[in-house]
């Protein structure tokens, strides 16, 4: 589920709490949370209903007069139509993460361990500390870009990085990515290992 920046703004200041989407089936559940650029909002309930249950007052609630809601939801003719209550926005705990660069040899053996995992999961053998080697080196460059210089399809590519960024090692630009403190300092840990 994407939400425009204007109503992740007013998500945040409490003035949009629900949503309204047509799905062949839902892409978000009831106690989930969705990961946004602004934190991660929470989804209290999803509930198919029928377009006619639609009201004045849920459609302010969704930020939208009733008529551009219901335009909203007819410019898909397929799937059902579902009210989706939104619980608000917490921090997403990646940020606080890849802050946090004070890493000690068993943190260091930690994130190891789990890259290790990652290389051996794959066919192509160990990708990781390439990965992360070649951010390094490139901040803010294109992901098409790295992926050329690497051989691999973008989409193979970005897919990678986000398991590097769920472990709080990279961060996310337009364009391209970066290390991140946590991920910046890990390099340094190996690179002093190896020396």
């Known amino acids: 589920m994407l939400l425009r920046k204007s ?3 007013a998500i945040v200041a409490g003035e949009v709490d629900l949503a309204f989407r047509r799905w062949r ?11 946004t650029p602004v934190g991660l909002v929470k ?10 249950e639609i009201d004045d007052s849920s459609a302010r609630r969704a930020g939208m007069s009733l008529e551009e809601l219901i335009d909203f939801l007819e410019e898909k003719s397929e799937g059902d139509i579902y009210r989706v209550e939104l619980g608000g ?27 290790d995992r990652l290389d051996g999961a794959g066919k192509r053998g ?16 294109r992901a098409q870009d790295l992926a050329d210089q ?12 986000r398991k590097l960024k769920a472990m709080g090692l990279t961060i996310s630009h337009s364009p391209g990515y970066e290390l991140s403190p946590r991920g910046r ?8 290992r190896e020396s």
Not at 25 to 35: A, D, E, F, H, S
Request: hydrophobic share 40%.
């Open 7 to 9: 109503v992740l703004d």
């Open 25 to 35: 089936r839902p892409t978000v559940k009831t106690g989930g949370k969705l990961r």
């Open 43 to 52: 989804i209290d309930s999803v509930e198919k209903i029928d377009i006619v």
């Open 89 to 115: 926005v917490v921090p997403d705990p990646r940020v606080a993460l890849r802050e946090n660069d004070d890493l000690g040899p068993e943190d260091v053996d930690t994130i190891q361990s789990r890259l």
């Open 126 to 141: 160990p990708w990781t500390r390439q990965f992360l080697t070649l951010l390094a080196d490139n901040p803010h460059v």
């Open 150 to 161: 690497l051989g691999l399809e973008k989409t193979v590519f970005k897919n990678d990085v």
């Open 185 to 192: 300092a890990l390099l340094d840990h190996l690179s002093e």
